[in-house]
């Protein structure tokens, strides 16, 4: 079993990423175990076909709730932690597929992660408020903001610094692994702009296989979506047979599949139409898996 460790998390910025020299043992690792999880609230639903036999056996909704997560409250970080991480271990709550981690993280201001190292994963940030300092042993220095979406592939391996870069602002910001389908890969890093007028009615795709429309591709047979909805809009997504849905209520409320959700919240969907509804300045991130 593999065993990923940031080693260095002292809120202070190093000036070198070329070497990981770890400046103390944190218990911030992560057992990379990578089953579905397997959540406490759940409704079946059969769809019936024409001779009345259930035509999509294994429809499933299961529910995640945000007071469910596990947490990591330090003086300069407050984070919830949707599957096992770091101290936070859940054997039902591993992952969902491919999806491995949803961080919650909330950075005080002038402070971060400092140089760690990843590898063998297909790693997202996605910024809500503030802004997200990155810089890597490959060379890249960047600050994302919300409309964004950075990712950082570690490949054969990589070591990278994360920091909130105001004095006066806290930065609210999504951390997202994704398992890769190949092990060994180069390092690669990519910074996006996404359409936030469009999100309003309908979804944008964010990242991919294949990259299209502009997305990130990535290693995985996974697309990323994220969908705004307020009012009496609504929004459906269908979900080809074979495949699951993690539904993640990134701030605000709606309700999915007749089931209300609030900001952290999750829906875990198996072969169903996905539909979106009451949204109160509700923004969601669909990842449809395979």
Avoid at 3 to 19: A, C, M, Q, V
Wanted: a negative charge; aromatic letters at 8%.
């Amino acid at each position: 079993m593999d065993r990923y460790h940031i080693d260095s998390l002292k809120p202070e910025r190093l000036d070198g990423l070329s070497r990981v020299d770890p400046v103390e043992s944190v218990s911030y690792g992560l057992i990379a175990c990578w089953p579905t999880c397997c959540l406490e609230e759940s409704v079946g639903h059969g769809r019936q076909g024409p001779s009345g036999d259930a035509e999509r056996q294994a429809v499933v909704v299961e529910i995640r709730r945000a007071d469910e997560r596990g947490r990591t409250n330090w003086a300069w970080l407050d984070s919830r932690h949707t599957f096992s991480f770091g101290e936070y271990f859940d054997p039902s709550n591993l992952g969902f597929r491919t999806l491995r981690v949803i961080n919650d993280d909330r950075v005080q201001p002038g402070a971060g992660f400092g140089a760690h190292p990843h590898h063998d994963m297909e790693i997202l940030s996605y910024v809500l408020e503030g802004a997200l300092e990155h810089r890597d042993s490959l060379g890249n220095g960047s600050v994302i903001r919300p409309g964004e979406i950075q990712h950082m592939r570690a490949g054969t391996g990589v070591v990278h610094s994360e920091y909130n870069p105001s004095h006066t602002e806290p930065t609210h910001f999504l951390q997202i692994w994704i398992v890769p389908g190949r092990r060994g890969l180069p390092p690669a890093y990519g910074q996006y702009r996404f359409d936030g007028e469009r999100a309003a009615s309908d979804f944008v795709l964010l990242a991919s296989r294949d990259g299209r429309d502009g997305s990130v591709a990535l290693e995985q047979d996974v697309d990323l979506l994220v969908t705004r909805l307020d009012g009496a809009a609504s929004r459906s997504y269908d979900l080809r047979q074979g495949r699951s849905a993690w539904v993640h209520v990134v701030r605000g409320s709606a309700v999915v599949n007749g089931r209300v959700l609030v900001e952290g919240d999750a829906a875990a969907v198996t072969d169903e139409l996905i539909t979106l509804t009451n949204g109160q300045h509700a923004e969601l991130l669909v990842f449809d898996l395979a």
